[in-house]
T-cell receptor, first 115, second 115 residues
């Protein structure tokens, strides 16, 4: 079974608008971390934001926020005021304290920002 | 600028060649990783070193041979590769291997083409 599910292969958003990228996860661990990475066409994986399973508040980093709904096992990324430079592939990922795989990635969502 | 440095950025090699990919980090991280990423796919874990010892080998063919000379360096030796091994090879590091709260820092990747 997939541990990280990203159901949107591609998304379009108008410049300056907000966009939500969906991510659901599956784990039986109590302690885990959720991450979002951005990968532009250059290839580098850029860390964006982190949410711990015990964090009660949603994480925010500048224009990025993570909508964490623990009971629903979802960790959606919200990008506010989209910019052309936000066009990239976005991966949701999870680390589990007891997991054998250090970081499990979803399949990714390609975001295209339109002027 | 990324704090994980990978060289070379691009590599073209024949199936009989021997080459190496190099990765360096100076963040004092104790875990280092090699990932392979095919186009439009998420990164797939290949190897993990923790405290300079091989901790995880995801059943990678022996034509890929990792080496960790010291805590800052990680090499991937390539020999007798196949065209299907053409991919982006990403190196990453983290503070520790088994923790759910630390992000992985990625390099810009080495784009490998096997002819």
């Amino acid at each position: 079974a997939q541990k990280i599910t990203q159901t949107q292969p591609g998304m379009f958003v108008q410049e300056k608008e907000a966009v939500t990228l969906d991510c659901t996860y599956d784990t039986s661990d109590q302690s885990y971390g959720l991450f979002w990475y951005k990968q532009p066409s250059s290839g580098e994986m850029i860390f964006l934001i982190y949410q711990g399973s015990y964090d009660e508040q949603n994480a925010t980093e500048g224009r990025y926020s993570l909508n964490f709904q623990k009971a629903r096992k979802s960790a959606n990324l919200v990008i506010s005021a989209s910019q052309l430079g936000d066009s990239a592939m976005y991966f949701c990922a999870m680390r589990e304290d007891s997991g054998n795989t250090p970081l499990v990635f979803g399949k990714g969502t390609r975001l295209s920002v339109i002027a | 600028d990324t704090e994980v440095t990978q060289t070379p950025k691009h590599l073209v090699m024949g199936m009989t060649n021997k080459k190496s990919l190099k990765c360096e980090q100076h963040m004092g991280h104790r875990a280092m990783y090699w990932y392979k990423q095919k186009a439009k796919k998420p990164p797939e874990l290949m190897f993990v070193y923790s405290y300079e010892k091989l901790s995880i080998n995801e059943s990678v063919p022996s034509r890929f041979s990792p080496e960790c000379p010291n805590s800052s360096l990680l090499n991937l030796h390539l020999h007798a590769l196949q065209p299907e091994d053409s991919a982006l090879y990403l190196c990453a590091s983290s503070q520790e291997l088994r923790e759910s709260y630390g992000e992985l820092f990625f390099g810009e990747g080495s784009r490998l083409t096997v002819l």
